[in-house]
T-cell receptor, first 110, second 117 residues
């Protein structure tokens, strides 16, 4: 599986922007970059995905580096509900699955 | 909003017993998955299922495990003879297209917690 590297944990304050980094230096040209999150005691939840261009949706923005070796998930205004483990995932070309790593545990302070 | 539903939410069983975990994926989805998460650990892939057959499985998914889509709406995971180490939260997921590509967003259920005594 294509590998990603994320910080184990991050902390931020409520109503401030949060930038969650992910390194994926071995990414291939056809790999999409996916972000999921897992709120406490819940199943994982899709956040956003992208290939080359930056992407925005109602939950977050995804900024992808020009060389695609890294990306950043941006929560524009964090709330307490955004406290979760965030996973950056690549799928290897023909794989029929997504593989979750350890992710980044995000803590939001009130 | 359509969602993936799982039953039971919690099952307690004795070691050696058979367990069936049930899932109702989102109705127009074509790909189905089971993942598990042992307490405090990461989410682990078990199996993916498409066109009524297993398309990929992990090393965890040994002969004790099987999956079935018996009636076009349910997707089940059976563990034939449970072991203590099978205690975990089991998540079902579905996607319209293949996971990881465009249209391949995974939608997860709330999970079934299995406790093996």
């Amino acid at each position: 599986d294509a590998k990603t590297t994320q910080p184990n944990s991050m902390e931020s304050n409520e109503e401030e922007p949060v930038h969650l980094p992910c390194n994926h230096s071995t990414i291939s040209g056809t790999d999409y970059i996916h972000w999921y999150r897992q709120l406490p005691s819940q199943g994982p939840e899709y956040v956003i995905h992208g290939l080359t261009s930056n992407v925005n949706n109602r939950m977050a923005s995804l900024a992808i580096a020009e060389d695609r070796k890294s990306s950043t998930l941006i929560l524009h205004r964090a709330t307490l509900r955004d406290a979760a483990v965030y996973y950056c995932i690549l799928r290897d070309g023909g794989a029929q699955k997504l593989v979750f790593g350890q992710g980044t545990r995000l803590t939001i302070n009130p | 909003e359509p969602e993936v539903t799982q039953t039971p939410s919690h099952q307690v069983t004795q070691m050696g017993q058979e367990v069936i975990l049930r899932c109702v994926p989102i109705s127009n989805h074509l790909y189905f998955y089971w993942y598990r998460q042992i307490l405090g650990q990461k989410v682990e892939f078990l199996v993916s299922f498409y066109n009524n057959e297993i398309s990929e499985k992990s090393e965890i998914f040994d002969d004790q495990f099987s999956v079935e889509r018996p009636d076009g709406s349910n997707f089940t995971l059976k563990i034939r003879s449970t072991k203590l180490e099978d205690s975990a939260m089991y998540f079902c997921a579905s996607s319209f297209l293949l996971a990881g590509g465009p249209g391949g967003e995974l939608f997860f259920g709330e999970g079934s917690r299995l406790t093996v005594l």
